[in-house]
Structures are given as C-alpha cells and as structure tokens.
C-alpha cells in the first residue's frame, strides 16, 4: 500500500471515530436534556387538557340546572292527587265544630199594677245565658275546592265560612231574681207561656246582636282555618311532607 492510500486510510479512520464519539455525545444530549424536558412538556399539556375538561363539565352543568332551583327536591303533582285524599277521607267530610261562644244577656220583666202606679208594680231580672255555636259543613267540598300551586308548591283548600247556629239557652240557665213590688203590690209576678217565650226570643236576639257587635263570624272563620288545617294536615303530609298547605274560608 502506498503511502499516500495509508494517508486516506488513517483519515477515514479518525473521522469515523470522530463520528462515532460526536454520535454518543448526542445520544448523551438527548437522554439527558432533549428527552425530560419534552416529558416535561407532555405532562404539563396533559394536565391542562384534564383542567380545561372539569371546567367545561362545571360549566355544562351550571346551564342544566334552572336558575330558580328550590333547596328540596318533589315529585310534581296536580290539584287532583291532593283532592282525591282529601275527598277519599270520607269519616272527615261532615259537619264540625269549629267556634263556640259563651253569651248572655238580661230582660227586665215588668208588671206595672193598678193604675200603673208605682206602689202597685212588680218586676224582676231574667237573664238568659245561651251558646253560640259556628259550624263548618265539609259534605259541600269538591275538588275544585283543593288547588295545588306547583311554582309556590303550596296547596291550599277552601272550606265554607263558619255558619252561626241556632242559640242554645238550656232552661237551667236561665236565672231569675228576686222580685222588686211597690209598697201595695200583692203576690207573685207571674208570666204566661207565650209572654216567656217571648222574652226568651228577646234575649236571644239580643245575643246575635253582641256577636255581630263583637265579630265573632270573622273570629270563628280563622279558628275554622286552623282547626280543619290540624285535622288534613297529615292526609296532605302522606301525598308530599314537603308540600305547603293552607286552608281558607270562601
């Protein structure tokens, strides 16, 4: 081999270490500079990938929901689910109880004599003390008269006003003084059936007049109110716990 061919030789062998030594230098770079950043740079994009996707779930979610959302959850319904068990309670749908007023009132009975003087007259006090009673009749309810409100979620049932009975005055209640006579006025003041009758019709006319006086109607309708609410409160509770529920007169 010339000298000149060994020369070449020799040159290709030094660039081809030279080569070989440049190559492991850039694996050497690459393992450990090129290769952790570009990990490095993977996982901080598929952190945000994963950010952005629970936000855009979040915000997905808050469209869904409806802006006037309640606290608690119910089961819608219709007037007619509350007056089926209402009207179906039929042992409750009868005439009841609602008000009671205690009342009296006194009339002066008067027999003015012989001549009409004064000496001669009698008289005396007779005071009637009767109840007044106020009634609500549930046999007139129908099922228009429950109405189920969905965007207030109340139920409200209107009941007839309180209705005044007859007064009762029990013959033991009522109560006689004792007689008032003129100086010349002889036996007992005595009255017939009608005239007693009569006087008892006074008072208790006079009793209805008090209670018109002191509004006992208005007052026995809100305790009509509350004493039929006490009694459907449960029987409203077992279609929906949740649910309002309101009685009022009409």
């Known amino acids: 081999m010339e000298k000149k061919e060994k020369e070449e030789l020799l040159q290709d062998v030094e660039e081809t270490v030279k080569k070989g030594m440049r190559d492991d230098n850039l694996k050497r770079f690459l393992l450990t500079r090129v290769i952790p950043v570009l990990l490095v740079l993977v996982l901080v994009m598929m952190i945000g990938v994963m950010v952005h996707?629970?936000?855009?779930?979040?915000?997905?979610?808050?469209?869904?929901?409806?802006?006037?959302?309640?606290?608690?959850?119910?089961?819608?319904?219709?007037?007619?689910?509350?007056?089926?068990?209402?009207?179906?309670?039929?042992?409750?749908?009868?005439?009841?109880?609602?008000?009671?007023?205690?009342?009296?009132?006194?009339?002066?009975?008067?027999?003015?004599?012989?001549?009409?003087?004064?000496?001669?007259?009698?008289?005396?006090?007779?005071?009637?003390?009767?109840?007044?009673?106020?009634?609500?009749?549930?046999?007139?309810?129908?099922?228009?008269?429950?109405?189920?409100?969905?965007?207030?979620?109340?139920?409200?049932?209107?009941?007839?006003?309180?209705?005044?009975?007859?007064?009762?005055?029990?013959?033991?209640?009522?109560?006689?003084?004792?007689?008032?006579?003129?100086?010349?006025?002889?036996?007992?003041?005595?009255?017939?059936?009608?005239?007693?009758?009569?006087f008892e019709t006074l008072a208790v006319q006079n009793m209805e007049k008090k209670l018109d006086e002191n509004n006992d109607d208005a007052n026995a309708d809100l305790n009509a109110e509350k004493t039929i609410k006490e009694i459907y409160d449960p029987i409203i509770s077992g279609v929906d716990d949740k649910v309002n529920f309101v009685v009022k007169c009409r």
């Open 53 to 198: 996707r629970g936000k855009s779930t979040t915000e997905a979610e808050k469209l869904v929901l409806p802006q006037n959302q309640t606290t608690y959850v119910v089961n819608k319904h219709v007037s007619a689910d509350f007056a089926e068990a209402i009207l179906g309670e039929k042992e409750q749908l009868k005439k009841i109880e609602v008000y009671q007023r205690k009342i009296s009132d006194a009339v002066t009975i008067k027999n003015d004599g012989l001549f009409k003087w004064k000496v001669f007259s009698k008289s005396m006090v007779v005071t009637y003390n009767g109840t007044a009673t106020y009634t609500v009749d549930l046999t007139e309810l129908d099922k228009d008269s429950v109405l189920y409100d969905e965007e207030t979620n109340t139920v409200t049932m209107y009941i007839p006003h309180a209705k005044r009975e007859a007064i009762n005055v029990p013959s033991d209640e009522i109560k006689y003084s004792d007689p008032e006579k003129g100086l010349l006025a002889l036996g007992d003041l005595k009255l017939e059936p009608q005239e007693v009758s009569q």
